[in-house]
């Protein structure tokens, strides 16, 4: 017994020594393997110095009303571009421009982007055209793929609150942006609640004039088409016509509403539209074709998103833990128009939006479970109930989420960017504003392996990926010099009026091509600047002392100004965008003479 | 035997000055001399490179005259030897073309004279060249920024210039002129070997001459 006593507590701390060995080994062997993780997800995102990323993401700039340029995978911010607000940096919509004229005259100076949707040729994207909404005011933008310029911004007539925002496959057909506020349809600023209307408006993807609008009942939110051009689909919530939250849900089901493009124009071709605000506007119960399908889903759904294969469009259920999976094929063929859902597999809690690999995959949002679920359509509509195939947790609440190439028929399978309302803790505190969290997720195994995050400005609501080697080559660097452009040597000022000047001026480092005009105090006066650099990334800037203006003009552009030189005395002008060693001596000065020395230099 | 042979080396010879009158023919439009510029912000597609042709400089000057100024340099962009080798090139031109219409005992000696006037020219050029190129870095008029000591950059081979390697080299109109000296002078040297007929030895002929 003795040996008993003697032996018991050396038994016992050998295995609690023990003990404390294997968890720390194993917790040594948990963050080695965290470190291999770590290190194998650097190497995933990491672009060396000089190199190029394989993607361009564009994702909208949200309440900036911009669109924000980066690089996949490396996550780096290349740059932004503005479109509904003005941006003195790149010049854009500073009073006096055309910039600033093409967005006043579209409306207010200031916009809310969420929906980047790019060009398609065939059915894949072909690096022309970015359209992006403005849900605050109902417009949408045209962006230029060669210059990353703002081309075109129109305003979307009868409607409130352009939301969804898609082209119609295979070539761009049309642009599709919903109407999703309640609100009456020709802007007579009426107050009528019976008139309220909603809908779907159909847009030229060049000159962005509505072409025709079709009304439906509800508010449409996220919409996309179907891959042979033939359907238009809006997710529709609030199809009670409520005014509030607690009426806007009331109802179990809304729908997915289903727009029969060639049913519309053969309707429009028939005389079977109203004209209101311009535009042609049908309302699909005075048709004779049947142009508006209703399909019903659980109540107030978000995402919508036709398969890659062009058989499924998926209403993601935001209130329901579930996505409707939709049959195309059968939308006009049965008669009960719940028989064209294939599946409604449950995925999680407040799923938003849906992607896909091009594998039979889709990638949900779970905005409430702050994760991301990859689920198998094949086995959701079998009814397999091992259709889920992995989740992963994202931080936090995301709401959309992209594959690459994912809206496309080719995704490329490879890598999903989670957009994440919420940062919480992930970043380093600045303030109460914190800035949005993007993650990126490699998606090309059978499980999906976090990559990186990455911060942005509030708040991207959406992305679009398009590759580099699609793209780069298109994009211009160096223009061709327009017919406006002003020749070296030519630089001059001409009297236009009684007062009204005309000043022509070169830029090149490290010179304006006039060191100094006069002018007198009231004159309107216009100056227009050649950049007549030859090389790449060589933009020159013009600032204007004391004016408000600031140019930016890149290698062979020409830009215009025009302002009235209401303040009198000598005011610098000079180059805002580091240029050169003589970068500083790069300026000149505007002289505005009062009446008074006018007086005295006769 | 000797006629054919005779008539075998006219019609090489004539050959050699056809081809040589094509290739004087292609200078006035190849490049006889490039400089390419590299530093870190101008490399790859965005190297410098000025080309000079026959009466003419291209490439990308603008640049060159923008960067100029802070070198300042002088750049012989309007020197009087441009529009000279158009010149030089078309009277080379007339003088093959020429000679191939000679008879035999005037041709050979009037290539002798072509040959010596294009051997000359050819190493006048590249003194000039040379010249040039001394006087673009010692001959500077406003040159604005320190650190950039009086250069020569070499007619062939590299140099470092403020930040710039710079590479020179003879292009394809170089040595197409090359090439035209040297036809000219085989053609020189076969209607010179042009012996006359020796007693025969049967199995022995000069294996370099037109016999």
């Known amino acids: 017994m003795s040996n008993v006593r003697v032996h018991r507590p050396f038994l016992s701390a050998v295995v609690i020594a023990a003990a404390f060995a294997a968890i720390g080994s194993l917790s040594a062997c948990r963050g080695s393997h965290q470190q291999d993780a770590n290190a ?4 995933s995102v990491y672009v060396p110095v000089g190199k190029w990323d394989k993607y361009y993401a564009f994702l909208s700039g949200g309440q900036a009303g911009t669109v924000l340029v980066y690089g996949i995978p490396s996550g780096r911010l290349i740059r ?124 030229d993807p060049i000159t962005l004039q509505t072409r025709f609008e079709v009304l439906v009942p509800g508010n449409c939110d996220i919409n996309d088409a179907s891959k042979d051009g033939r359907w238009a689909f809006s997710t529709d919530y609030d199809t009670e016509k409520g005014l509030s939250v607690e009426d806007m849900i009331r109802n179990d089901e809304d729908a997915i509403a289903a727009i029969d493009i060639p049913a519309a124009e053969e309707a429009i071709s ?27 889903v659980p109540k107030n759904p978000h995402g919508c998103d036709v398969s ?50 091009g594998r039979g995959n889709a990638y949900t949002s779970l905005f409430i479970d702050s994760q991301i679920v990859k689920w198998n359509v094949a086995r959701a509509v079998a009814g397999d109930p091992n259709y889920v195939i992995d989740r992963m947790d994202v931080h ?30 992930m970043f380093i505190p600045v303030g109460p504003s914190m800035p949005e969290s993007q993650e990126l997720i490699d998606i090309s195994g059978d499980k999906m392996r976090m990559l990186l995050d990455f911060p942005a400005e509030p708040e991207p609501h959406d992305a679009a990926f398009i590759r580099v080697s699609d793209l780069a080559p298109k994009v211009a660097q160096v223009e061709q010099p327009g017919p406006d452009a002003i020749a070296e040597g030519k630089s001059r000022i001409e009297q236009v009026g009684p007062h009204e000047y005309h000043v022509y001026m070169t830029v090149i480092r490290s010179k304006f091509g006039l060191d100094a005009f006069t002018v007198h105090q009231g004159d309107k006066v216009t100056i227009t600047l050649s950049n007549i650099e030859t090389v790449k990334d060589m933009t020159h800037g013009f600032a204007l002392e004391d004016y408000g203006i600031n140019l930016a003009i890149d290698p062979g552009q020409t830009r215009e100004v025009t302002f009235i030189a209401d303040k009198p005395g000598t005011h610098w002008y000079y180059c805002t965008w580091f240029c050169s060693a003589l970068h500083l001596e790069m300026r000149g000065r505007m002289l505005v003479e009062t009446a008074g020395q006018q007086e005295a230099h006769r | 035997m000797n006629a054919p042979s005779q008539a075998s080396c006219a019609g090489t010879v004539k050959l050699l000055l056809i081809a040589a009158a094509a290739l004087l023919l292609a200078c006035n439009f190849l490049p006889v001399w490039s400089t390419a510029m590299e530093s870190p912000q101008y490399h790859g597609e965005d190297t410098i490179v000025v080309k000079v042709y026959p009466g003419r400089v291209e490439g990308n000057l603008r640049e060159v005259e923008t960067l100029n100024q802070y070198i300042g340099v002088k750049l012989p962009l309007d020197a009087p030897e441009l529009k000279g080798m158009t010149y030089a090139m078309a009277a080379f031109l007339v003088l093959v073309i020429g000679a191939v219409f000679l008879p035999p005992a005037i041709q050979k000696h009037a290539l002798v004279g072509i040959f010596a006037l294009m051997t000359i020219s050819g190493a006048a050029g590249l003194g000039l060249l040379q010249y040039r190129l001394y006087e673009l870095g010692h001959v500077r008029t406003r040159a604005i920024i320190g650190g950039v000591a009086n250069f020569t950059p070499p007619v062939v081979g590299s140099m470092h210039l403020a930040n710039f390697h710079v590479y020179t080299r003879l292009m394809s109109g170089g040595w197409a002129f090359a090439a035209v000296v040297l036809l000219t002078g085989i053609a020189v040297y076969l209607t010179h070997h042009d012996a006359p007929p020796m007693p025969s030895v049967p199995g022995r002929h000069h294996a370099a001459s037109c016999q």
């Open chain 1, 40 to 43: 194998d997800a650097a190497r």
């Open chain 1, 80 to 203: 932004s571009i503005p479109v509904f607000e003005p941006r003195a940096q790149y010049g854009y919509a500073i009073p006096g421009t055309k910039t600033y004229e093409m967005l006043k005259a579209s409306g207010p100076l200031w916009g809310d982007s969420h929906h980047p949707a790019l060009s398609e040729t065939n059915g894949d994207y072909d690096g022309r055209w970015l359209y992006i909404n403005d849900k605050a005011n109902t417009r949408v933008a045209r962006i230029d793929l060669k210059r990353f310029e703002t081309a075109a911004i129109a305003t979307i007539p009868n409607f409130q609150a352009a939301h969804g925002t898609s082209v119609v496959p295979p070539d761009t057909k049309y642009v599709i942006v919903n109407g999703e506020f309640l609100a009456e349809p020709d802007k007579s600023h009426g107050v009528d609640v019976a008139a309220y209307k909603a809908g779907m408006a159909f847009l």
């Open chain 1, 270 to 296: 028939k005389g079977e539209f109203t004209s209101m605000g311009g535009t042609k506007v049908i309302d699909p119960t005075r048709t004779t074709k049947k142009v508006l399908y209703m399909i019903p």
């Open chain 1, 308 to 357: 890659p294969d062009g058989k499924y469009v998926a209403a993601s259920g935001k209130l329901s833990p579930t996505v409707t999976l939709i049959d195309i094929s059968k939308i006009d063929k049965v008669k009960n128009l719940r028989d064209a859902i294939a599946a409604q597999p449950e995925v999680g809690m407040g799923p938003l939006h849906t992607t896909w690999d």
């Open chain 1, 396 to 425: 936090y609440n995301p709401g959309h989420t992209y594959a690459a190439l994912g809206r496309t028929r080719h995704p490329s399978g490879d890598y999903l960017l989670a957009l994440n309302k919420l940062s919480k803790d």
